[in-house]
């Protein structure tokens, strides 16, 4: 399985883009990276999956470059209610997924 | 509705008694899971049916029993209970794909464990 580095936390202010950066550099060929956000007392949350390249939702943009040895969230414009636990992971793949959480990071919005 | 759902949301209880968490999803899914989050925010799987059947049981003490009478319950069922039991319990589902295609999982709210 590969393992996923990510900071530890970071902070920004409301109407700032927020760039997060998760390096896996043992991703597999079929592995797919996918991130959750976690509210304090709430389960984690799927926002965005990607294989390579840029993939972009109503919530978030991933991108991620050829070598898929890393990837970045981008959250535009991020809010107070932004503030969360985002976590990087990376798929076995194939079914029967055990999803391996890391440490995350730590997103404080301020106003 | 809600699409994974626990109960209880809180369970308070004494070491050495006997509890029970149920889960309950109503998206069709045909694969359950249960991860516990220490007081270190680490989320760690514990379990995971599909269509009933265990298929990830990681080191988990055998205090730890879960059962799956259908498809859309998974119940986690713990024995004796100890100190280091205290953690928030999520329950998860989702449907597995095929072709490599990591399915999202959808979490339940958590059951809040904590024992005396």
């Known amino acids: 399985l590969a393992k996923t580095t990510q900071p530890i936390s970071m902070d920004s202010y409301e109407g700032q883009e927020v760039n997060i950066t998760c390096s896996h550099n043992n991703i597999a060929t079929n592995d797919y990276i996918t991130w959750y956000q976690q509210f304090p007392s709430q389960g984690p949350r799927f926002i965005i999956q990607?294989?390579?390249t840029k993939v972009t939702n109503e919530v978030a943009s991933l991108f991620i470059p050829a070598d898929r040895k890393s990837s970045t969230l981008s959250l535009p414009r991020v809010s107070l209610s932004d503030t969360a636990v985002y976590y990087c992971?990376?798929?076995?793949?194939?079914?029967?997924?055990?999803?391996?959480f890391g440490a995350g990071t730590r997103l404080a919005v301020h106003p | 509705d809600t699409a994974v759902s626990q109960t209880p949301k809180y369970l308070v209880t004494q070491m050495g008694n006997d509890k029970s968490i149920k889960c309950e999803q109503n998206l069709g899914h045909d694969t359950m899971y249960w991860y516990k989050q220490d007081s270190k925010k680490f989320l760690k799987i514990m379990f995971s049916y599909n269509n009933k059947e265990l298929i990830i049981n990681e080191t988990v003490p055998n205090r730890f029993s879960p059962k799956s009478p259908d498809k859309a319950h998974l119940n986690l069922h713990i024995n004796s209970l100890e100190l280091g039991d205290s953690a928030v319990y999520f329950c998860a589902s989702s449907q597995v794909l095929a072709g490599g295609v990591q399915e999202t999982q959808y979490f339940g709210p958590g059951t809040r464990l904590l024992v005396l």
């Open positions: 990607g294989y390579k």
């Open positions: 992971l990376v798929g076995v793949g194939g079914g029967y997924n055990k999803l391996i």
